[in-house]
């Protein structure tokens, strides 16, 4: 059985180091928070006696041999950079429970036959750098290493240069780390666990993604002299089209999500109508083919609010990542080691993507989920009870072990 | 009659600091390239053999002495500060124009009766500081000094600051120069006169100015796992409400404006529901009643959107500023001159506001204006001929002799 409050203190913590006045964490991929906060849970994987790797996407692997290392690990792991506004738990806690995991193994001696592993992965959030779960994603030979470090964030500094001056840059070949079994545990980041008062979800695959920018080209002119049937306001058919475009959710409830994020407004002057907007769409959905036709609706949306020589819409592809469903075997594991551990568990999709729906590419991978306040995540406020904590590891713990066998 | 060609280059010259890529200036109040941009103009203004004052808020009077120094000035002037993409005329030929006028007074060894003043006035555009007008307003005791002097721009630096940095915190206390008359030249900046094929506008007044902030506040979430019923999207609401608001206007055509120029996203990623939105909203009437309707229809615009505990919507008041007449004489006056001059003219309201509206308060006051090309400003393609510029410099060059007496 795992020790909650040791998760718990280690937690609080990994929460001191970008620590938002809110209370929440602000660790942006590949920042020098993002380094601290790396720098403080790979000493604590060391003093666990773990042996420490990192490849070329700073993605970090740390090793607890089995009696049998010629088996592929059974691993868990996760992320440690967060959202601006971002929580204590997301993605932390996956890497802290598998840290916690290593050291109840270590108190009581325990060796499995096979290696065990526990993995941070680069940049999941995608908010500094798009693609979004980029190191697990470069891992899975979903995206390429070259695309990879060359994205760039909003000022123009690279993956690249961002691994190079956080000493992140490692030299493990992409992919040469492979995984007999990947668990990853989470926050769910939605209300349902919560709502029903159960502990653990036992997480079956995950909704799709895709991503676009719009662009929404007008003409800038002055405020005060332009009269109104002159104008090509950015802005107005910006509004219109948000509008719009959240619409394109409604036909498709319960689960068909969109969200648009990201706006910047050009030149954002009080006295200017504005000449252009870009901004953000986030489309989810379970089902491949309901993610087709919101995109066809997002497409022909655009199509209809762009006026050439007027003000003109356009419509970028950013990422797509196909709704994905987890290794059922291991999943049934999950179910299995909550029934012997006496918690209650329901089976849950998860609405965010996670680095274990790229590792799902390449390894058997399943998800553990703990319920969090309200649903809320993203948000400083984000919180989560010790209790669900533990009880979330301790079936970490015994899926591992079964996994790996003792 | 003035030198076209030499007000065509200084006006180039004076192009060549802070231009941009589309062939335009970015010349932010009291930046470096605003100093720069007033290093050179103050340099021209010593070269015509002008005396040079700075006041506390850093506004420059350039004095040409008269035979009754006695007399209160005859002035014209305008500003040197630029939109984020401005133009090359939006204010700089209000100065340019009082430039050329001195130059050939001094070809031709002419002094006037009264002396004579161009004045260039510090952050006119507003976009960089709030309030709009910055200087003429302290000047004319609208602004408070205090106020000015700790205004601060997005990143927090100050008008007390910047003037110190930029050297022109000067030791003029404010207001102490006062004038006989004041009259700027300057781009019509709307479409009118271009249409209509006339070289010059005698302005007989502005059209009154509201500006305030909207704030919107709802909860940042998780985009992927938060189902649509569970959201307080802050962007959801900004898009319904901009296009209400947008729509204000629409009852008071043709002289309602209105615009949404300013628009701020947080925590601005791609995969979180909004959190905040704050927007600029600028009102425009030439009717003080009609402006008084507007600003009403905006507060139940934002009262009705405001829902507590949902998603709230806050209205804050930035500036305003009454429509304002012109000296009746002083216009006549210009009419005259083109008249003289064989210049065709109409009059014509500004939509934009100008220093001219505020020392209309403590001087006689009223301006010219000339086309630019497609009605287009605050946009970098902001143009004008060469023929109109002069035109209108040789209305001022007038209507400053006949002001001040030769
Ligand atoms: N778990 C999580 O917050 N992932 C971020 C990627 C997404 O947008 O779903
Ligand atoms: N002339 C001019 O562009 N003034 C800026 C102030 C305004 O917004 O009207």
Known sequence: RIDGQRLWRSLMDLAEIGATPKGGNCRLALTEEDRLGRELVTGWLRDAGMT??????GNIFARRAGR????????TGSHLDTQPTGGRFDGCYGVLAGLEVMRVLDHHGITTEAPLEVVIWTNEEGCRFVPVMMGSGVHAGIISLEDALAAKDRDGDTVAASLE????????????????AYIESHIEQGPVLEAEGIAVGAVTGSLGLRWFDVVVTGQEAHAGPTPMPYRRDALKRAAELIGDILALADPHQPHGRVTCGEFELYPNSRNVIPGRVTFSVDLRHLESSTLEQMEQALRD???????????????RDIQRVPPTPFDANLVNLIRTSSDTLGI?????????GHDAVFISRVAPTAMIFVPCEDGISHNESENATPEDLEAG???????????AGV
Do not use: W
């Open 68 to 75: 049998r290392d010629d088996l592929p690990p059974v691993a």
């Open 301 to 315: 949306t655009c199509a209809r609010h762009d006026e050439p020589g007027k003000v003109t819409v356009e419509l």
């Open 52 to 57: 420490l790797g990192v490849d070329q996407m």
């Open 165 to 180: 001056r956080t000493g992140y840059a490692g030299d493990i070949p992409m992919g040469s780390r492979t995984f007999g």
């Open 393 to 403: 590891a301790n079936v970490l713990l015994h899926t591992m072990l079964s996994k």
């Open 344 to 352: 209650a568990y329901r089976d849950i999709e998860t609405g965010a």
